[in-house]
């Protein structure tokens, strides 16, 4: 649905979309959760992170959203999750196979 551009102090604005709100805390919510149970897939979680960042940054300087700022924090979450959940899996991983390897180290 487009909005008709309006008016309002010498300035064109256009009115803002209702769902974008609840699309970015989507987005940062559906990121989080990627970013931890399928951090396999990287490519969403930082997709879905960067949207949510996106979207909360637009919906933020549209006017003063909590929404936006959970938003936000949210995507930042889901981005900078995903390569320390990585790391970690990695890592325990490194430990499983040298125990499996040498059980006198575990």
Do not use: H
Not at 18 to 42: E, S
Not at 70 to 85: M, T
């Amino acid at each position: 649905m487009a909005f008709a551009p309006v008016r309002k102090r010498g300035k064109m604005e256009t009115t803002t979309d209702k769902r974008q709100p609840t699309a970015a805390l989507i987005c940062g919510v559906v990121g989080v959760f990627a970013a931890t149970y399928v951090y396999w897939l990287v490519v969403p979680g930082v997709i879905l992170g960067l949207a949510a960042i996106v979207l909360g940054w637009r919906v933020r300087r549209q006017g003063t959203s909590e929404g936006a700022s959970v938003a936000i924090a949210l995507g930042i979450v889901a981005v900078l999750l995903v390569p320390s959940v990585l790391f970690v899996v990695e890592s325990e991983s490194d430990y499983a196979r040298d125990c499996a390897l040498n059980a006198s180290n575990c």
